[in-house]
């Protein structure tokens, strides 16, 4: 079992970049990293550690590598059902400004000036990404049957819920 990891910072950059390369290794179990190089090193260490008790590394494993086939039948019925959803909520409110369009893995949903979402899958990467004029941009993998943001969990449709829900002033649930 692999108990810690040292990385040159100088050639990963930030703790991002750190933390991603780290978690690759999603089947060890992690118990310090250590980060080396000119910025990490604090008057007299030579290694700044950080517990990886602290982050969330079983959220990593649980990514399943999916085959292309799989990734388009998870990421259509997710695209689907966003469309569909969206499409009737925005449809019942009776808002001409407000419009839904799908088409070629991209749904636009255009809310008159309160902007737009664009909600793209990302075939190369297995991912669904969302552009929100509230949050900005986000990129969400498949885990166990969700799509899901792995900087701090939250669900894509978690995201649109409470983001349609505030902007429109109309309680929305997928």
Not at 78 to 91: A, G, N, P, T, Y
Not at 144 to 164: M, P, Q
């Amino acid at each position: 079992m692999l108990r810690s990891f040292r990385i040159n910072r100088q050639r990963y950059g930030c703790a991002v970049h750190l933390l991603e390369t780290v978690l690759k290794f999603r089947s060890e179990q992690l118990t310090t990293i250590a980060c080396s190089g000119p910025n990490a090193a604090v008057k007299g260490e030579s290694f700044r550690k950080f517990r990886a008790a602290g982050f969330t590394t079983r959220l990593y494993s649980d990514i399943v590598d999916l085959s292309e086939k799989d990734y388009h039948r998870v990421a259509d019925e997710c695209m689907d059902e966003l469309h569909d959803k969206i499409e009737v909520f925005l449809d019942d409110l009776g808002d001409s400004s407000y419009e839904v369009e799908y088409g070629m893995g991209v749904l636009t949903v255009k809310l008159g000036d309160k902007g737009t979402y664009v909600i793209n899958k990302q075939t190369p990467n297995r991912q669904i990404w969302l552009s929100s004029p509230v949050s900005g941009p986000f990129r969400y993998d498949p885990i166990h049957g969700d799509w899901v943001y792995r900087r701090d969990s939250h669900k894509l449709h978690d995201k649109l819920e409470a983001e349609l829900s505030e902007l429109t002033g109309a309680y929305f649930r997928f």
